[in-house]
């Protein structure tokens, strides 16, 4: 039995937003104890009661209750003809359920750019604004059901844009700026939305980059956007064209009183879109009830956010994080908004915001942490960090040494690792405030989500590894996919290969504490000579020595089997030789089993990413087999797979 690297005191642990629900329960369905292992078992045995229980415990604003909690059959393939059964006949709406939880003078929003400039906004401020921003859109025609697009980058004015668009029950959907005009179009060309927000130009490491030229190709390309509003975002002076207009004139300054419109529980809130590296991203639609309760869930009760806490989390508007972060405000939070890279201009940027902003929550990645590790980078004796209650991470595994790492250089608090996806816009498992923190491991599955390992056969197992299914519907599910008229898309994602169950696509471990082990995405796993391999297996290791800065590996088919291939980039300075490779062997060997061993190993000198910042190994190996990669403008670094390109002939040895 491992030892815990942090638990609770029995003070902490019964001062937390879950203690107080698990009583709550327990007491009201006589249940044995409070444990959570008690409270995760009947919140799956009785989702009905359990979900009913969330939105009362949270104070969920609605006009109109409901008659039922949910519907028979939830899993069943839907089109956005049907109603997805949950709540039926209530009525509420997702931007009041954000804008009414605290009290008016307190801060919503605190927004820090790259350049230094900060602004913030009351809950006051941010009502009014968003109720002259959705008065500014009925006034351009914009109406229920109407799709409002957003190329942006993280800053107040795509908060306004999301919430404005919700109260009026427009569907929302934003991109990253750093997206390509082809990666833009291949998103919101999907959709056709009725008008565009976006910027004139943004910062990032410390250079400003033009928006503007590329929108108005994406323009060309998609009839439908009626305006495109523009935001001031840098200094430069904006020359408009065509349809274009200031961000002002969307705002109506005569409004000063919200109407929000009273929707159905899974009326579309917005569209999310898968990563697309193996065709069109799939247009994912998400309805504003189940993430209203799915978000709440995770906030209040894995993580511990209460009113007055200082939430953060790195990312762009082109990831569901962002959406996730906005949704902390429903649980009276200050939100904290930065756009820029995460280093710049040196390795401390991030942790000194966490004490210029007093941030109690700090969200980031394996990536961004590995980074400051790699670089000697000590944020405890730098920085204060006396603010922060948790630390989490999320975008792929979080191997052991970084586990280790945070506990020795950032800080003593629950470092929650959390895992789940665009498709349903939050967790199967993550962060506990009441339970021990294991290397390795995510501290528990979610509440309400029947979270199994399958083995091939689909029968349940612990203690090994196994698939990612959920065997209990739950609210935050898609609604449906833009244009999947007849649901197949939708069976096909999440059905097709365990019926009657949501299959995931990640590979996983339940341990027998009830944590989870994520080995990577279940399509990527490695299988030579029949044994199966997550990708994490071997990234864990290989990532925790010095002469590494990143890795990727495949399996490539090779005299009737496969071999594992590891491709590495290093650190400056290291020579890629033979005794290099032997080390590297000779590690994962000692980590893992002879079988982990690569075949080849061969030095890169990048790692193709997407936007978001996953390894894309089906789209590399799909480039050694010299297949086409269907959408390669779903990569950060797209030019990256060149590279692969020209090792196939070396690859045949």
């Not at 800080?411 to 993550?430: E, K, N, Q, R």
């Not at 590495?568 to 490779?581: A, N, Q, T, Y």
């Not at 982990?596 to 799909?622: F, M, N, W, Y």
């Amino acid at each position: 039995m491992s030892t815990p690297l942090w638990q609770p005191s029995s003070e902490e642990k019964g001062n937390t937003l879950l203690t107080q629900f698990s009583k709550k329960i327990q007491a009201k369905y006589d249940l044995p104890d409070s444990e959570y292992s008690t409270l995760h078992q009947w919140s799956i045995d009785y989702p009905e009661l359990f979900w009913e229980e969330v939105w009362n415990d949270s104070k969920v604003l609605a006009s109109k209750s409901w008659s039922k909690v949910m519907g028979k059959d939830l899993f069943n393939v839907r089109n956005d003809s049907e109603r997805s059964g949950w709540f039926e006949g209530a009525r509420l709406n997702y931007a009041e359920n954000l804008l009414l939880r605290n009290n008016d003078e307190n801060v919503a929003l605190s927004f820090v750019a790259e350049n230094g400039t900060k602004h913030s906004m009351s809950y006051a401020e941010l009502r009014a604004a968003v109720s002259q921003c959705a008065s500014g859109m009925k006034d351009m025609g914009v109406s229920e059901m109407d799709r409002v697009a957003a190329v942006i980058p993280n800053c107040p004015e795509a908060v306004i844009g999301l919430l404005a668009a919700s109260s009026i029950g427009a569907i929302w959907s934003s991109c990253s700026p750093d997206f390509g005009i082809k990666g833009i179009n291949d998103r919101l060309g999907q959709i056709s939305p009725k008008i565009l927000i976006t910027v004139n130009a943004y910062h990032y490491n410390g250079k400003e980059h033009d928006c503007l030229t590329k929108i108005r190709e994406v323009t060309k390309l998609i009839p439908s956007i009626e305006a495109v509003y523009v935001v001031p975002f840098t200094e430069t002076e904006i020359e408009f064209q065509g349809n274009e207009k200031p961000w002002t004139e969307l705002l109506d300054y005569s409004a000063n009183t919200t109407i929000f419109a009273q929707l159905p529980f899974d009326h579309p809130l917005y569209i999310l879109y898968s990563s697309g590296t193996t065709g069109l991203p799939k247009s994912i639609v998400h309805g504003a009830g189940g993430c209203l309760l799915k978000h709440l869930t995770e906030h209040r009760y894995h993580s511990d956010i209460n009113p007055g806490d200082r939430v953060f989390y790195f990312t762009t508007c082109g990831w569901m994080m962002w959406n996730w972060l906005v949704s902390s405000l429903a649980s009276g939070a200050t939100i904290i908004l930065y756009d820029g890279a995460p280093t710049f201009p040196d390795t401390g940027r991030m942790w000194e915001l966490i004490d210029d902003q007093q941030i109690t929550h700090f969200g980031t990645s394996p990536k961004f942490l590995g980074a400051v590790n790699k670089a000697g980078y000590s944020p405890r004796k730098n920085n204060q960090l006396n603010s922060l209650k948790a630390i989490l991470s999320t975008g792929s595994p979080l191997p052991g040494n970084l586990f280790s790492w945070i506990y020795e250089e950032v800080a003593y608090v629950p470092v929650m690792s959390i895992a789940g996806g665009t498709d349903l816009a939050g967790c199967f498992m993550g962060g506990n405030p009441n339970l021990p923190v294991y290397s390795e491991e995510l501290q528990c599955k979610s509440l309400g989500m029947n979270t199994l390992a399958y083995d091939a056969a689909g029968k349940s197992v612990e203690c090994e590894k196994g698939e990612l299914v959920c065997a209990t519907p739950f609210p935050s599910m898609p609604i449906y996919f833009w244009k999947d008229y007849d649901g197949e898309k939708y069976h096909d994602a999440y059905f097709e290969k365990f019926p009657g169950v949501w299959t995931h696509g990640d590979f996983i471990e339940i341990t027998e504490r009830g944590g989870v082990i994520v080995y990577g995405r279940s399509d990527t796993v490695l299988n030579p000579g029949g044994v199966r391999i997550g990708t994490s297996e071997i990234y864990r290791p290989v990532e925790e020595m010095s002469e590494i800065v990143d890795s990727l590996v495949v399996a490539q088919s090779w005299e009737n089997d496969v071999r594992i291939v590891l491709f590495v980039v290093l650190k400056k300075g290291i020579e890629f030789d033979d005794e290099l490779i032997s080390k590297i062997k000779a590690t994962i060997r000692s980590d893992a089993t002879t079988r982990h061993v690569p075949s080849r190993i061969l030095e890169i000198q990048d790692v193709p990413r997407t936007i978001s910042g996953k390894k894309v190994e089906k789209a590399v190996l799909q480039t050694i087999r010299g297949e086409s990669v269907e959408n390669i403008s779903a990569l950060a670094n797209p030019e990256s797979l060149s590279i692969f390109a020209d090792l196939r002939e070396e690859l045949k040895k």
